[in-house]
Nanobody, 126 residues
Framework: QVQVVESGGGLVQAGGSLRLSCAASGQTFNRYLMGWFRQAPGKEREFVAAHRWRGGSSYYAYYADSVKGRFTISRDNAKNTVYLRMNSLKPEDTAVYYC????????????????WGQGTQVTVSS
């Protein structure tokens, strides 16, 4: 069982930056694929980014096309925490951002993630 708690959301102007954090419980944190999803009002939840640790300094990072080059996902296994650094924010990035964890191989589908946080609101004003 893994519990995840997001933090770091808020209100920011377009072009600004935010860093979201996701703290996870559990002793096997490094085995989990950690993902970020978001859901805007009236829209379905969508994949944003994911991080799979492969050992040492090796990892895979995955991004939605809409955030590539602007968002960076990272993790600190010693702190059981995954981060999402968001730069050059746009009004269309406004959403509730969710952190999730899974042991499965699937990256992009929210149905494949087993553990979810409560979400943190990100609002980007124009």
């Amino acid at each position: 069982q893994v519990q995840v708690v997001e933090s770091g959301g808020g209100l920011v102007q377009a072009g600004g930056s935010l860093r979201l954090s996701c703290a996870a419980s559990g002793q096997t944190f490094n085995r989990y694929l950690m993902g970020w999803f978001r859901q805007a009002p009236g829209k379905e939840r969508e994949f944003v980014a994911a991080h799979r640790w492969r050992g040492g300094s090796s990892y895979y990072a995955y991004y939605a096309d809409s955030v590539k080059g602007r968002f960076t996902i990272s993790r600190d296994n010693a702190k059981n925490t995954v981060y999402l650094r968001m730069n050059s924010l746009k009004p269309e990035d406004t959403a509730v951002y969710y952190c999730a964890a899974t042991n499965s191989g699937s990256v992009y589908y929210d149905s494949e993630y087993d553990y979810w946080g409560q979400g943190t609101q990100v609002t980007v004003s124009s």
